[in-house]
């Protein structure tokens, strides 16, 4: 497995901007997604980075560095229907997934 | 757009049951996968298939077991159901990857399996 992690929970507030960060193991490692999931629904797909950079889509960007072993989500200009579980993943050369646990985002007022 | 549907979105059964979870997808898709997901351990991969009556092991396999019969549909069988295979299940199903390309996954909207 590629050991996924992010963080279990973020705050933030309306308008604000939030930057989940998301580590895993280099060895075998070939791209990484980005999902959203609402409570009690399937999650959606938000972005996929295989090289190193920035993939910016409206108010949602993704960022990864292969060396590091890094990526990081950015929600922009946040809205109350931004609050969600946001997963992270890993693929390997043989498009098998390894998710990491869920960033819960909360957002407030 | 792609549709995958479950079953069942809510399922309780007794422990020592047969389950059987179904699902479909209705985009061609070679690839299908199950996953169950737990709070505070994401998604757990059990089973995938690349192909119609192909199937591989994931990460969780024990106690289940799978059936692709038809391109469009992906079973997973839990022979003898326990309490502990209390969870959500999703499955998903993907395009092939190309070489140089990953395919994202489509989710369908879970089934919440509860075993007393």
Request: aromatic residues 12%.
């Amino acid at each position: 497995g590629q050991n996924i992690d992010q963080p279990t929970e973020m705050t933030a507030t309306e308008g604000a901007i939030v930057q989940i960060n998301c580590t895993y193991q280099t060895s075998g490692f070939n791209g990484l997604f980005w999902y959203q999931q609402h409570a009690g629904e399937a999650p959606t797909f938000l972005s996929y980075n295989v090289l190193d950079g920035l993939e910016e889509k409206g108010r949602f960007s993704s960022f990864l560095s292969r060396s590091k072993g890094y990526s990081y989500l950015l929600l922009k200009e946040l809205q109350m229907k931004d609050s969600a579980s946001y997963l992270c993943a890993g693929t390997d050369s043989w498009g098998k997934f390894q998710f990491g646990a869920g960033t819960q985002v909360v957002v407030t007022p | 757009d792609v549709k995958v549907t479950q079953s069942s979105r809510y399922l309780v059964k007794r422990t020592g049951e047969k389950v059987f979870l179904e699902c479909v997808q209705d985009m061609d898709h070679e690839n299908m996968f199950w996953y169950r997901q737990d709070p505070g351990l994401g998604l757990r991969l059990i089973y995938f298939s690349y192909d119609v009556k192909m199937k591989e092991k994931g990460d969780i396999p024990e106690g289940y077991s799978v059936s692709r019969e038809k391109k469009e549909r992906f079973s997973l069988i839990l022979e003898s159901a326990s309490t502990n295979q209390t969870s959500m299940y999703l499955c998903a199903s993907s395009r092939e990857a190309g070489i140089l390309t990953q395919e994202t996954q489509y989710f369908g909207p879970g089934t919440r399996l509860l075993v007393l």
